[in-house]
């Protein structure tokens, strides 16, 4: 089954607005980590925010911030004020036993 | 300041052909270490994990083998190379050392297979 899914294989946003990359997951395990990394067209992935599963608020990290909604099992990522350096593959994960990636959402961000 | 290298950045080689990639970390210890492939425009999947020297977890049956000689070092290893080993490896690792376990990855290699 899978663990992490992201159904968005690519999204088109605005520069200067805000943007939100879709993620799910399923766990029956009550202590997990929710992971977003980027990876830019040179390759390399680049973490971006960490949610706890017992976090009571939205990890927020700059224009980055997590909409997690631990009863849908979603764990969004919002990207506010986007910019074109934002462009790039955008990688839902999740930890319990080990690290699961979702197949990535590819955002295109227009002048 | 923890870092993570890999090398090379870029290897053609042909079919039949042996592979050694190397993976280092720095500034920190006994780190948990993890090897990906992630094939064209595809997600990650993880190939191997350590936790320790000497201890090599496989989660993908295949002509690749993994090592840990050393606390800071992860080798890539395959005696014969397939097609189907083109791809692009990422390695990463992990403190474990409280709070999330977040894996911190390396700018990996691009592998050619022809």
Known sequence: AQKITQTQPGMFVQEKEAVTLDCTYDT??????????????????????????????????????????????????????SQLGDSAMYFCAIHFNKFYFGSGTKLNVKP | SQTIHQWPATLVQPVGSPLSLECTVEGTSNPNLYWYRQAAGRGLQLLFYSVGIGQISSEVPQNLSASRPQDRQFILSSKKLLLSDSGFYLCAYATGQGGPDTQYFGPGTRLTVL
Do not use: C, H
């Open chain 1, 28 to 81: 029956s395990d009550p202590s997990y980590g929710l992971f977003w990394y980027k990876q830019p067209s040179s390759g390399e992935m680049i973490f971006l925010i960490y949610q706890g599963s017992y976090d009571q608020q939205n990890a927020t990290e700059g224009r980055y911030s997590l909409n997690f909604q631990k009863a849908r099992k979603s764990a969004n990522l919002v990207i506010s004020a």
